[in-house]
């Protein structure tokens, strides 16, 4: 996820109605919020979570949008992804949650790198049950992007064209890079990824999988061991 200053971006789907529509990704610059990981337990100065690589058309995750809160500004974010493991692609949606002047604020967006996010008409909160899906056809480099806010029946359905390796899988928490500089995460409740699938299948996750997210030898975010293959949590465990 890339900076929260979004340039020449549009909205493009709503909601309840459930409506699909082809979708162009948002004009922006270089971003350095995907950083490449050796496929076992590992670090990074701002991913946490776990991913897989392999070769994947589908990924989908239900995540719990944790509150969030502190003084001045801090910034995160929870998504599922393809690419970006292994490799600087990265397609993606998810949500965010910031602390901005001491206020806790949310939103929903997709990106694909290396182009800024795009923000989607979702109204969010702290607590609000999260679905997201990536799909690809079987016929072109078209994705099919769900992002639902269970909780309030909310739902962006979307097609993108996205030519990347699909070599990798992620659900993910991230201190995304803001106006050029990622820092420390806002202080965000626990909370959880589950039911995760993986090309319509359980991704099966080991605890060798797992990132945790560790600047200037603190570790700020650390995801648990995971439960049946598919399911982890994820604590803030900075100071």
């Given at each position: 996820?890339?900076?929260?200053?979004?340039?020449?971006?549009?909205?493009?789907?709503?909601?309840?109605?459930?409506?699909?529509?082809?979708?162009?990704?948002?004009?922006?610059?270089?971003?350095?919020?995907?950083?490449?990981?050796?496929?076992?337990?590992?670090?990074s100065t701002n991913w946490s979570g776990y991913a897989l690589a392999g070769t994947y058309t589908a990924v989908t995750g239900h995540w719990t949008v944790p509150?969030?809160?502190?003084?001045?500004?801090?910034?995160?974010?929870?998504?599922?992804?393809?690419?970006?493991?292994?490799?600087?692609?990265?397609?993606?949606?998810?949500?965010?949650?910031?602390?901005?002047?001491?206020?806790?604020?949310?939103?929903?967006?997709?990106?694909?790198?290396?182009?800024?996010?795009?923000?989607?008409?979702?109204?969010?909160?702290?607590?609000?049950?999260?679905?997201?899906?990536?799909?690809?056809?079987?016929?072109?480099?078209?994705?099919?992007?769900?992002?639902?806010?269970?909780?309030?029946?909310?739902?962006?359905?979307?097609?993108?064209?996205?030519?990347?390796?699909?070599?990798?899988?992620?659900?993910?928490?991230?201190?995304?890079?803001?106006?050029?500089?990622?820092?420390?995460?806002?202080?965000?409740?626990?909370?959880?990824?589950?039911?995760?699938?993986?090309?319509?299948?359980?991704?099966?996750?080991?605890?060798?999988?797992?990132?945790?997210?560790?600047?200037?030898?603190?570790?700020?975010?650390?995801?648990?061991?995971?439960?049946?293959?598919?399911?982890?949590?994820?604590?803030?465990?900075?100071?």
């Amino acid at each position: 996820m890339s900076s929260k200053v979004l340039r020449a971006f549009a909205v493009v789907a709503v909601a309840a109605a459930g409506v699909a529509f082809a979708v162009a990704p948002a004009a922006g610059g270089v971003t350095d919020a995907a950083f490449v990981h050796a496929h076992n337990a590992s670090t990074s100065t701002n991913w946490s979570g776990y991913a897989l690589a392999g070769t994947y058309t589908a990924v989908t995750g239900h995540w719990t949008v944790p509150t969030v809160s502190g003084s001045g500004n801090h910034y995160s974010s929870q998504w599922v992804g393809i690419d970006g493991f292994a490799n600087a692609n990265l397609l993606q949606t998810g949500t965010a949650a910031y602390v901005e002047n001491g206020k806790a604020t949310y939103h929903a967006w997709w990106e694909i790198l290396p182009a800024a996010e795009t923000a989607l008409p979702l109204t969010i909160h702290g607590g609000d049950a999260m679905t997201a899906t990536l799909t690809k056809s079987r016929t072109s480099t078209a994705w099919r992007i769900t992002l639902t806010d269970d909780t309030t029946g909310e739902a962006f359905r979307g097609a993108l064209d996205y030519a990347g390796p699909d070599a990798s899988v992620e659900w993910i928490e991230e201190t995304p890079t803001v106006n050029g500089a990622a820092g420390p995460p806002p202080r965000f409740s626990t909370f959880s990824f589950t039911a995760a699938t993986v090309n319509g299948a359980n991704p099966g996750l080991t605890a060798n999988d797992k990132i945790t997210l560790v600047q200037n030898g603190i570790t700020y975010s650390t995801p648990s061991d995971p439960s049946g293959g598919n399911a982890f949590s994820v604590s803030y465990t900075g100071p």
